[in-house]
């Protein structure tokens, strides 16, 4: 964008934050896919060329129309907490942040309506006043937004009891703004919510977003150690089948990777393989016997009242675990994988043994189907992309389903294809193909003509 398109741009844009330094700006275009090795070279120098922050939906629609006028790409962001480059524009133009707008509409018994800046941490606190929290998570949950969160988020911590962020009745309705000339805003309910659910923000600008609460449990920490890997993964499959138990959070990590959490290593001795849980105290009662009855130890316990306070054991959960195993190391990149049901932890088991410490297991269990499985996020000791290629092929080959965290495009990541009902809402909301382009093989040609 020229000096004198930007600083029309700015003059269209009065009354709005906007931010064209750009130290700042550069780094409102980023987020975590540094995580892969694979993503950094091919988005390096991606920037934005301005940051533009409306304060509520009002201003959104004037930047939207601004942008439509002038045929600037849009592309949204919460708080950057991504991993595939969701974020980062492919192709400048305007970062739309959404940090400002953070309203909570209301918050009522099992249901709670908020702008799409709200941080997940928050709402969990507003919901929790009258005795109802956030049905899942991800473990970037004290910075991550809602928005940013429906927008290139699954699922996480809360999964093993409501599943993913894409089951039926996990999102009731979005609030959505068009880039048109004439903006409009458009209120998906029910099964609509998912022309835009996961869509990496190419469907509109989510300015609302009302979701489904949970009952609030107090939550107790608990770490248990097994001498053998595969053992700790039957005891939390165990523990996932035990339906009278109520947990939140079960997640299996084979040695080493509990070395690498170096704020907990008196709880984990060398060479042991751990379970992390987020168990409700009135259930804890029946913990022991089955810890027992697997042969594991009770390292670590920390009741709900504490768990608010000092190290937050979530925090050492699904991608977090590769967070801090890259603080040690940053060699060690990470795959996200669906093992199939019907093969479950004998497959777990056979890949295990098969990569041993190149490919270190890490297990988040959820509900899929009405059934608790294992899902891994895997720690992977980085050397060449044809190597890596090679983990995933042989992952496929087995049956396991993986969602490619080391593409930027949407088809070659979880998706694999996009819903054609999105690809429509696309065409209806985005007719000049604005809304983060470059991200979308389906969408690439429009884009570029």
């Known amino acids: 964008m020229t000096i004198a398109n930007l600083n029309s741009l700015i003059n269209s844009l009065a009354g709005i934050e906007t931010i064209t330094d750009t130290h700042q700006v550069a780094k409102l275009s980023q987020d975590y896919h540094t995580f892969s090795p694979v993503l950094v070279p091919k988005l390096e120098g991606k920037v934005g060329d301005i940051v533009v922050r409306p304060a509520n939906e009002q201003q959104v629609i004037k930047v939207a129309a601004t942008c439509a006028k002038h045929r600037i790409p849009i592309t949204v962001r919460g708080a950057g907490t991504g991993n595939y480059g969701q974020c980062v524009p492919m192709h400048g133009g305007v970062i739309l942040d959404m940090t400002k707008m953070q309203a909570v509409s209301w918050v009522k018994p099992g249901v709670a309506r908020v702008e799409a800046g709200v941080k997940l941490a928050a709402l969990d606190k507003k919901a929790r006043e009258i005795g109802w929290e956030m049905r899942m998570s991800p473990s970037t949950y004290r910075t991550a937004t809602i928005g940013g969160f429906i927008a290139g988020g699954s699922g996480g911590i809360g999964s093993i009891q409501y599943g993913l962020l894409g089951d039926r009745g996990n999102l009731l309705a979005l609030r959505v703004v068009t880039v048109e000339d004439e903006p409009r805003v458009i209120e998906l309910r029910g099964d609509d919510v998912q022309k835009v659910n996961h869509a990496w923000g190419i469907n509109g600008i989510i300015t609302e977003v009302e979701i489904p609460l949970g009952p609030a449990y107090p939550w107790a920490e608990v770490i248990v150690t097994f001498a053998d890997f595969m053992t700790a993964a039957k ?19 084979a040695s080493p990777i509990p070395q690498y959490f170096q704020a907990l290593q008196q709880y984990i001795p060398d060479g042991t393989h751990s379970v992390f849980l987020l168990v409700a105290e009135p259930s804890l009662e029946f913990l022991p016997g089955l810890v027992q009855q697997y042969g594991g130890q009770i390292t670590y316990q920390k009741p709900a009242e504490e768990a608010v306070k000092g190290v937050n054991l979530a925090e050492f959960t699904w991608n977090h675990t590769t967070l801090h195993a890259r603080n ?55 050397t060449t992309e044809a190597r890596l290629n090679e983990i995933i092929h042989y992952h496929e080959a087995q049956g396991v389903f993986i969602a490619n965290p080391h593409t930027y495009i949407i088809e070659d990541g979880g998706r694999k294809v996009i819903d054609p009902e999105q690809l429509k809402f696309k065409e209806m909301v985005d007719p000049y193909g604005l809304m983060n382009p470059g991200k979308s093989k389906m969408l690439q040609f429009t884009i570029q003509n």
């Open 328 to 382: 040690v190391d940053t060699q060690i990149t990470y795959l996200q994988s669906m093992i199939p049901p019907a093969k479950g932890l004998e497959l777990v088991e056979h890949l295990y043994h098969h990569f041993g410490d190149e490919v270190m297991m890490h297990l988040e269990f959820i509900r899929m189907n009405g059934a608790v499985v294992p899902a891994a996020l895997q720690l992977v000791r980085y």
């Open 235 to 253: 005891f939390g499959q165990s523990l996932a089948n035990a339906d009278g138990m109520v947990k939140k959070l079960i997640s299996v990590f």
